[in-house]
């Protein structure tokens, strides 16, 4: 019991308290308190089971929801793919069969897994969350240990409710400061992931701290942790506080009366104390920070949208450079073209990363009396069925078609484009999604990360734009207001 | 799962690096509900280069994939090792793998061998040299050999082990259901349920 009297990181006080079994040599088994399950990663996992004569040990620990394929538009009638509605039956039918309760498209409770959990307060501080999906570490905004996992780690924990696993190190990112105006979460986690590199997290549970992160709302804070596993992290954390508490009291699943009341006693401990050392500790200066976009093919080549597109010839390290050079001849790119002159034909809007309310608000608010440009098509896709209802509650839903943006049911959609909603090859977007992948979008397609503010200043104009320089420009459209 | 413990194949040389899920396999080709036939999602859109390195003949039936640093990065789609498997990969050696996909490709039986960029680059150069030559990746010994050379690999013991035995997880922690209903029933009660049972 040596661990009890060392100072401890939140990482280290969720991991200890999960420990199912431990010893020399063998990975720690871990219990899993929350399984979250979606189409694409868990039909060959129960498949799996089938086969052995198995069954789900805690279905009352798991949740499925269809989010990966399900289209945006016409959702009452049958899934046109037929091997995507193949997909989609396969977990109505896999769950009906164990036992798991499932959101199917049409239900109010549907959605992107990670908008779905965190909604309905099933998302704790202190447990333990995997998901089929590497943007589980969007949960860690909670100070929940939560972690992607492929599909025989799947069929593991519905088996077992338990993964073997080998203990994380630990990274501490602090971010201390105040975070300049139009500069998001979004933004902040690009530059994180530009400084630490797209591998630079391998190994490790990230905790992001420091007054810039603890000022951050909890939707924000999801926003920032989604993006861990773009840095190469297995999860991302942040600890809880008042706005975890303020956030979960009164949803669906938090506790209530007296077990609010120990449920927070205990949540109240997470945090990491006082002297308590990381593996290691990454710094940021939050004020230094702005509008952030990517110019390449991985989430770590991003940079300030005020800044231009890299020579690669100044790149001292050759794989970078060469992985530069190929970026950008897929990207169609020229070095020196500032970021802010790149046309783009598609704005996406949506996603596990930006697709809750917030970010549709702050959306909303640029677009208020303004206009997609010519040419220039807009996808609005809410993370879920209760954000798109909240949205159309505010009236957000006419303020997006009035500007003459798509407004769309709740999925995953163009973030991976595995519905109908994909670029064509050579089309370009700005989407507020996690992944600039060569044609993660759709065959062909480049994408441009950026935060819902530049988002959808950039659909105003057609190009790459801070919200700051649509004000300046705005004297044309400002009419229109 | 099948054990491994030594195999000797043919070098597909990568030249690159941050070779993501999506470009091991696109979203488009995730949609089987089986293990198997993910090989034409392979590599999909680079494939449609003739010259990709897939499609020379000189290399047709290599079986150690040998590519550039951050193997893997991004999606936790097991799907990816599948792909590869189904190609006819069984190895793959990366000076550096994303974590995710590292522990899909031993729940799989795909074994992924780290080793420094210069000894990647000296396979690279001994493929495109000589397309026929073979490497050999031994479990046991935990090295690799190729033309006079013969590298050391780290690799977990217990990781090594599974491998070695062709060891199923879930079987193995259901010996252990003791420890997982112990654990069970000291969680606090107040813990959420996502449906009433």
Known sequence: MVAEAEPRTLAEKVWESHIVRRAEGEPD????????????????????????????RRPDLTLATEDHNVPTLQIDRPIADPVSRTQVEALRKNCAEFGVPLYPLGSDEQGIVHVVGPQLGVTQPGMTVVCGDSHTSTHGAFG????????????????????????????????????????????????????????????YVLEYRGSAIEKLSMEARMTVCNMSIEAGARAGMIAPDATTFDYLKGRPKAPSGSDWDAAVAWWSSLPTDDGATFDREVVIDASRLSPFVTWGTNPGQGLPLSSSVPDPTQIADPAERSAAERALEYMELVPGTPLSAIDVDTVFLGSCTNGRIEDLRVAAEILQGRHVADGVRMLVVPGSVRVRLQAESEGLDQVFTGAGAEWRHAGCSMCLGMNPDQLAPGERSASTSN???????????????????????????????SPADLAVRAGGSAANA | MEKFTTHSGRVLPLRRSNVDTDQIIPAVYLKRITRDGFEDGLFAAWRKDPDFVLNRPQFEGATVLVAGPEFGTGSSREHAVWALQNYGFRVVISPRFADIFRGNSFKGGLLTVELPEGVVERIWALAETDPGAEVTVDLRTRTVDFADESVAFELDEYARWRLLEGLDDVGLTLRHTDSVDAFESARPSWMPRTVAL
Do not use: C, W
């Open chain 1, 29 to 56: 088994l871990l219990y899993i308190d929350l399984h979250l399950v979606h189409e694409v990663t868990s039909p060959q996992a129960f498949n799996g089971l089938r086969d052995a004569g198995r069954s789900v």
């Open chain 1, 144 to 203: 929940a240990l939560a972690f992607g996992i492929g599909t025989s780690e799947v069929e593991h924990v519905l088996a077992t409710q338990t993964l073997p696993l080998k203990p994380f190190k630990t990274m501490a990112v602090t971010v201390e400061g105040e975070l300049p105006a139009d500069v998001t979460a979004k933004d902040l986690i690009l530059a994180v992931i530009a400084e630490i590199g797209t591998g630079g997290g391998q190994g």
């Open chain 1, 435 to 465: 992944r600039n992948f060569e044609g993660r979008q759709g065959k062909g397609g480049r994408t441009h990360l950026v935060s819902p503010q530049v988002a959808a200043a950039t659909a105003v104009t057609g190009r790459l734009t």
